[in-house]
């Protein structure tokens, strides 16, 4: 059977049947966020995710991820941005390339739990990028809130935590 975009909570056209498993993730995603790495200081930032689904024929979700300096949104000092697509694959697999506007670029793979609405990606590829190695990151869907927490690997550092945000629909 085939899920609309109004039954994943969205207007729109209808959502391929791949992408009913995630299409929890499907609109605009808004909260708080902390940063911390061993060579940073710590930092807090307003985040902004959208996932969007156009063309019910293809099992591709287009992404896109602002970054504001804490407290704030829009109008405060950006700070990051990223876009790229999502695609569940007939196995089962999740697919992800994002873009970042740094010039990085990043191909992730995981796996999604449709159950328990939890998603876990681990980079195949970090393009690019002079120090970052390696990212792994989990999004979780609990009580309607929608968090992850990213972990990165440099040249000098092990994998460890990085990023962590709380999102709720807007």
């Not at 609309?4 to 049947?17: C, D, L």
């Not at 156009?54 to 109008?75: C, D, E, L, M």
């Not at 697509?85 to 007939?90: A, E, M, N, S, T």
Request: with cysteine; aromatic share 8%; charged share 20%.
């Amino acid at each position: 059977m085939e899920t609309t975009a109004a039954e994943a909570g969205q207007p729109g056209p209808a959502v391929h049947p791949a992408l009913a498993p995630v299409s929890y993730l499907l609109g605009t995603w808004r909260g708080q966020g902390q940063g911390c790495y061993p060579t940073i200081s710590s930092f807090s930032y307003t985040e902004e995710l959208n996932f969007s689904h156009s063309n019910p024929r293809k099992p591709v979700i287009a992404y896109t991820q602002r970054t504001w300096r804490s407290p704030g949104g829009p109008a405060a000092e950006p700070m990051h941005a990223e876009s790229g697509f999502w695609r569940l694959k007939p196995d089962g697999s999740v697919e992800v390339v994002i873009a970042q506007s740094t010039g990085v670029v990043e191909v992730l793979k995981g796996t999604h739990d449709a159950e328990g609405k939890v998603i876990n990606l681990h980079s195949e590829l970090v393009g690019n990028a002079s120090k970052v190695k390696e990212i792994s990151i989990e999004f979780r869907l609990v009580d309607g809130e929608l968090s992850y927490e990213l972990q990165m690997a440099t040249t000098s550092t092990n994998l460890q935590p990085h990023l962590k945000a709380v999102l709720e629909r807007v």
